[in-house]
């Protein structure tokens, strides 16, 4: 496993779409750094640029990537090598090729500019992110074996949770705003890995007293040591979860 | 050697094999052949696991297929290389697999060098032509010395030269009492080197015979011939 991932980093690191990726970083994260005088608010707009586009461009490059490798993945698999291997390699080289992307592009520029808690969580929580998007992807991909309609459902899936799950969660508030479900909403954000992200790095900040009500429970929770680490160690079962499902689907599925 | 017992596959309500039975022995050169979608590829993936079937079973030396991957250790595939990791070059992927199998103990170099692999190795797969990398493939199915050889299309985008060179190398596989599957829509190319014709219809075979047998009912010599007198609709 470790030598296919080896190979398949090697090639993903010259691939155009992850230098590319690493150049759009980079470019945002010094320009964000050089047009903005206060360093929490550049964190702020990277955070946004983590949370959006970050999961966007793992999920369609790692789907694309799989479906495009498909005759390597059977010609390994020609070979006496079991394919809890292959997939685990394809997970590894991913996510390592990303987070060298994410890592030189938005943390080297935050590191720089704004060394601080909140800069360390953002660094730390997009890698996390970006490993969990990249086996939602995997485990897409060898769901669907359609390589059209597996990029469709990871985009959609992209929508879900970037934008739809918080509207609902939104909406939930909003019909039931005269209960007391603060803590109800606290332990739904924990059903969406990017909510889990935003929640953890604006509560290390300003903008966190500006959340109201429902901010108060929430700076309890995720400004505390404890509630840190709840979060990160929430964000790593959703690794696990998604990579071990990605695994199981593989090792079950027709190629 | 490959043992194929009542296998049918379903995708979905779709029913691509069809309780297909098969005996393939060492020493025989077969040629798996039908019209697109008759389920040749679905036979090939079942044998090597690719794909799991709906029904049946396959065991290749004795190993029933799906159970353990040791199997494939004596089986050298030659796909159709189309989508692959577009920056890793040549060398890489022998690499690679040398790696992998390093177990095997002996290596088979003779399509490499056929093929002059060495003075491509340092290209990148995305910049292969067609016919570049189905001389990869082939030498990769070669390598590992397999007992089993499963060629799928391998003259498909071949130059006249290497198409023989390879013909030559297949015939000498099979005096050497290795077993080959091949399949290929250039009837041409498999004269002279198949053993025994496997004729797959709608997922059912519609023949299964000798050379000699297929010679003697047509009363032809070539083997595109003695297929279309085969398929011909028997008249009374």
């Given amino acids: ?255 | 050697m490959i043992s194929i017992k009542n296998i049918s596959k379903n995708f979905g309500k779709h029913e691509v094999l069809k309780s297909i039975s098969l005996e393939l022995e060492k020493g025989e050169c077969v040629a798996l052949i039908g019209p697109n979608g008759s389920g040749k590829t679905t036979l090939i993936k079942i044998i090597l696991g690719l794909l799991y079937a709906t029904e049946g079973t396959v065991t290749v030396n004795g190993e029933i297929v799906g159970k353990d991957v040791a199997y494939r250790s004596i089986i050298g595939y030659m796909p159709q290389m189309s989508r692959l990791p577009e920056n890793m070059t040549v060398a890489q992927v022998f690499a690679l697999l040398k790696r992998l199998r390093s177990d095997v103990e002996t290596i088979d170099e003779s399509v490499y060098k056929m093929f002059d692999i060495d003075g491509m190795k340092s290209k990148a797969l995305g910049k292969l032509s067609g016919g570049m990398r189905q001389k990869v493939s082939a030498a990769l199915a070669f390598m590992f010395s397999p007992e089993i050889l499963i060629l799928d299309e391998p003259t498909a985008a071949l130059d006249p030269v290497s198409n023989e060179n390879l013909k030559d190398k297949i015939k000498q596989e099979v005096a050497d009492g290795k077993m080959v599957m091949i399949t290929s829509h250039n009837l041409s190319d498999l004269d002279g080197i198949v053993s025994r014709v496997v004729y797959l219809m709608e997922g059912e075979v519609y023949f299964d015979k000798t050379i000699e047998e297929l010679q003697a009912s047509t009363g032809e010599e070539r083997l595109n011939r003695m297929i279309v007198e085969s398929l011909k609709p028997q008249t009374a």
């Fill in chain 1, 1 to 255: 496993m470790i030598q296919i991932a080896r190979y398949l980093t090697i090639d993903l690191l010259k691939n155009k779409a992850i230098i590319g990726s690493l150049l759009l970083f980079a470019a945002i994260g010094w320009g964000l750094f050089f047009i903005e005088s206060q360093p929490e608010k550049a964190l702020l707009m990277l955070m946004q640029v983590t949370l959006l586009l970050l999961p966007l461009i793992t999920l369609i490059f790692s789907c694309v990537y799989y479906y495009n490798s498909y005759e390597f993945t059977v010609l390994l698999l020609s070979h006496p090598i079991k394919r809890s291997a292959v997939i685990q390699a394809f997970f590894i080289a991913l996510s390592i090729s990303f987070s060298i992307a994410y890592t030189l592009g938005i943390g080297l520029p935050l590191i720089i500019h704004n060394p601080s808690v909140e800069s360390f969580i953002l660094l730390t929580s997009g890698n996390l992110l970006l490993w969990i998007f990249v086996g939602l992807a995997l485990y897409v991909s060898t769901k669907v074996n359609d390589k059209v309609r597996g990029i469709g459902l990871v985009l959609i899936l992209w929508a879900f949770f970037a934008f739809i799950f918080d509207g609902l969660l939104m909406l939930l508030m909003y019909q039931f705003g005269a209960y007391p479900i603060e803590k109800l909403i606290l332990v739904l954000t924990f059903l969406n890995p990017i909510d889990i992200s935003r929640i953890s790095v604006i509560m290390q900040t300003d903008a966190g007293a500006m959340m109201g009500l429902s901010g108060a429970i929430f700076i309890e929770f995720f400004g505390s040591l404890k509630g840190m680490l709840i979060s990160f160690s929430s964000l790593l079962v959703w690794v696990i979860l998604m990579y071990l499902g990605s695994v199981l689907n593989f090792r079950k599925s027709d190629l």
